[in-house]
């Protein structure tokens, strides 16, 4: 069972622009949700993570964005460029967890 | 070299064969785990292990195989490969503790073709 559904799969964005990926969760005990960057032939890297009692989180460029009541969090890449070209995922796990469950990942492309 | 490695990063057998998929990490993390990764599906957890001999399944475990008999390594066998189980097999680590949620390290994975 899919817990952490993501969208777009796929997402083409000028050089400059915003790009936006999206990621809705069922459990409600959730109480975690990083966000990892994977470049092509590499493992996935941690890239920004937000716990539910904030609504946003903002490092560099890159912003989460949450809503706890939706049950909903995005990630937002501000002035796109060409090397955050990259798969995203969205996770999500529990208070004191480890374990993470993955959204199916978004294919960011950055045409320059 | 410290982090955490995987190896073979390439490997191709048939149906039917046993395969084992090696992963190692030198920050002597309690945490490890197996992801396999799929396009439409992301990454799902396989198994995982909280420490040297505490083992326990993820989302998909059936027809996997693990154990951790020391800490840094953490193999994954397939005992009788299918084409199902054609996938990009990633190995991570995290060091856990009271605080939770720390980040999880990721291999370079293991790109594993079944004929």
């Known amino acids: 069972q899919q817990q952490v559904k993501q969208s777009p799969q796929s997402l083409i964005v000028q050089k400059g622009g915003i790009s936006i990926i999206n990621c809705a969760y069922e459990?409600?005990?959730?109480?975690?949700f990083p966000w990892y960057q994977q470049f092509p032939g590499k493992g996935p890297a941690l890239l920004i993570a937000?716990?539910?009692?904030?609504s946003e989180k903002k490092e560099g460029r890159f912003t989460i964005s949450f809503n706890k009541s939706a049950k909903q969090f995005s990630l937002h890449i501000m002035d796109s460029q060409p090397g955050d070209s990259a798969t995203y995922f969205c996770?999500?796990?529990?208070?004191?967890?480890?374990?993470?469950?993955f959204g199916q990942g978004t294919r960011l492309t950055i045409n320059p | 070299d410290a982090g955490i490695t995987q190896s073979p990063r390439y490997k191709i057998t048939e149906t039917g064969r046993q395969v084992t998929l090696m992963c190692h990490q030198t920050?002597?993390?309690?945490?490890m785990f197996w992801y396999r990764q799929d396009l439409g599906h992301g990454l799902r957890l396989i198994y995982y292990?909280?420490?040297?001999?505490?083992?326990d399944k993820g989302e998909v475990p059936d027809g996997y195989v693990v154990s951790r008999s020391k800490t840094e390594n953490f193999p994954l066998t397939l005992e009788s490969a299918t084409r199902s189980q054609t996938s990009v097999y990633f190995c991570?680590?995290?060091?856990?503790?009271?605080?939770?949620?720390?980040?999880?390290?990721f291999g370079d994975g293991t790109r594993l073709s079944i004929l």
């Open positions: 459990n409600t005990a959730f109480d975690y």
């Open positions: 920050w002597s993390h309690s945490y």
């Open positions: 996770a999500a796990s529990l208070r004191g967890a480890q374990k993470l469950v």
């Open positions: 937000i716990r539910p009692d904030v």
């Open positions: 991570a680590s995290t060091a856990g503790g009271p605080e939770g949620n720390q980040p999880q390290h």
């Open positions: 292990s909280a420490a040297a001999d505490i083992t």
